[in-house]
């Protein structure tokens, strides 16, 4: 199983991350889509450079105690997450929570064809050091995001149901801790070495 | 010459359920973690071109050079506020005086 370091704002690593990946996404834009936006239109990989772009574009005014992101063994930044403190009705009760406002994987662990840089495993880490984070604030651990049509299965598989239809999915208190119980047998079993 | 000891403990000891298994399995290979609403398809479009025709380092300085300009306005801002109350609060002892 992959590991990943926890990084909580914008380090000088974050901005290189950032800057790595557009250079290796329009590298992989120009060898696998041969430089055409068509070619690449409704892949993980395309919808994962809108959404880095939309956070990038807008990175100098985001508030740096929002930005979390992971790096992997060979440094490399592998996620980044822009997050913010709301709160969601729980049996018609306030409950403060975290809602992920974005989450982009690397350009390398989105796209289908195999790269050398891939580190399965970042999204998960990602999430995952955003629960453990709050667990030692003594904070809420209920997540919020809105999903991707195509990658709801990916949240499912981490814990979180859908509320509404709109996309909205949520990781409640039990979810968070099952989550982090099921990534510690995953530590300790011999399966994914 | 060595022997090789037999190992005593099995450090990764966990069996995981035929559940787990197959989780464990489409989460590594569906880990295409992307959240947040994404922009209608034609903003999408425009968006995708703009990353192939932008250079990234000009187009982030920018951006950040009118954010810097924005946070400097602000600070003036602020710096004659406290100029204008600190002297109201000089005015005021000194009547007091």
């Given at each position: 199983m992959n590991e990943f370091s926890y990084i909580v704002g914008v380090t000088k690593e974050v901005g290189e991350g950032l800057a790595l990946w557009n250079?290796?996404?329009?590298?992989?834009v120009e060898t696998y889509y041969q430089g055409l936006e068509q070619r690449a239109r409704g892949t993980r990989f395309?919808?994962?450079?809108?959404?880095?772009?939309?956070?990038?574009?807008?990175?100098?005014?985001?508030?740096?105690?929002?930005?979390?992101?992971?790096?992997?063994?060979?440094?490399?930044?592998?996620?980044?997450?822009i997050i913010q403190d709301t709160s969601i009705l729980v049996e018609e009760e306030l409950v403060n929570c975290i809602e992920i406002e974005s989450i982009v994987?690397?350009?390398?662990?989105?796209?289908?064809?195999?790269?050398?840089e891939r580190r399965k495993g970042a999204g998960t880490a990602i999430v995952e050091g955003i629960i453990k984070e709050n667990r030692e604030k003594g904070l809420s651990r209920i997540l919020k995001l809105f999903a991707v049509p195509e990658e709801k299965i990916f949240y499912s598989d981490l814990g979180f149901t859908e509320t509404d239809g709109s996309g909205e999915m949520i990781l409640g208190e039990s979810g968070a801790a099952l989550l982090l119980n099921d990534l510690d047998q995953k530590r300790n079993s011999s399966t994914f070495d | 010459m060595s022997q090789e000891l037999p190992e005593t403990k099995d450090k990764?000891?966990?069996?995981?359920?035929p559940e787990q298994l197959a989780r464990w399995k489409r989460l590594d290979e569906n880990d295409g973690a992307i959240a947040g609403i994404m922009p209608p398809e034609e903003e999408q479009v425009r968006i995708f071109k703009e990353f192939l025709e932008t250079d990234y380092l000009t187009d982030q300085l920018e951006k950040v050079r009118t954010h810097k300009e924005k946070l400097l306005k602000k600070l003036k801002s602020a710096e004659e506020y406290e100029e204008f109350l600190l002297e109201k609060i000089e005015e005021r002892e000194a009547k007091k005086g």
């Open positions: 250079e290796k996404a329009r590298e992989y395309y919808r994962g450079v809108i959404k880095t772009r939309t956070i990038t574009n807008s990175l100098p005014e985001i508030e740096e105690e929002n930005i979390r992101s992971v790096f992997d063994d060979q440094n490399l930044l592998a996620s980044i997450a994987n690397s350009p390398w662990n989105l796209i289908q064809y195999l790269v050398p | 990764k000891a966990y069996q995981p359920t």
